[in-house]
């Protein structure tokens, strides 16, 4: 079982990860960078809903060394929350790419903050 101080410390690194990489990757106008914003906070909000509801002993437990089954299900919860981002307010830009490039992520932020 993880802390809630540690959840929130690798949503934080989550959030900040994810904007340096969309900011390298894409290299856009000023009016794009609101939409890598928005993006990078979603994917910290994912992070913190998803490890805060899924920290359990089981989940938690790493069957294969350094990886757990949380560090291999965050990114899946990240990428179906962008998704579900897209589909709401398409204004945020969240294509294929973005999604892919923030689930990949995901999984490096999870397997090694927490």
């Keep these: 079982m993880f ?8 949503s ?3 959030a900040i990860a994810s904007a ?4 390298a ?25 998803y490890r805060s509801a899924a920290n359990t002993p089981a989940l938690n437990d790493d069957p294969m060394p350094f990886i757990s089954p949380n560090d291999v299900l965050a990114p899946v919860f990240a990428y179906v929350t962008l998704v ?3 589909g ?7 294509n294929p790419r973005r999604r892919a490039l923030l689930a990949i992520v995901s999984l490096i932020v999870n397997v090694v903050t927490i």
């Design 3 to 10: 802390s809630l101080e540690q959840i929130l410390l690798s």
């Design 12 to 14: 934080i690194v989550a």
């Design 20 to 23: 340096a990489a969309l900011i």
């Design 25 to 49: 990757a894409d290299r856009q106008s000023r009016s794009e960078r609101a939409s890598l914003l928005i993006l990078s906070i979603a994917l910290g909000l994912a992070t913190l809903v």
């Design 84 to 86: 579900v981002l897209d």
């Design 88 to 94: 709401v307010f398409p204004a945020v830009r969240a």
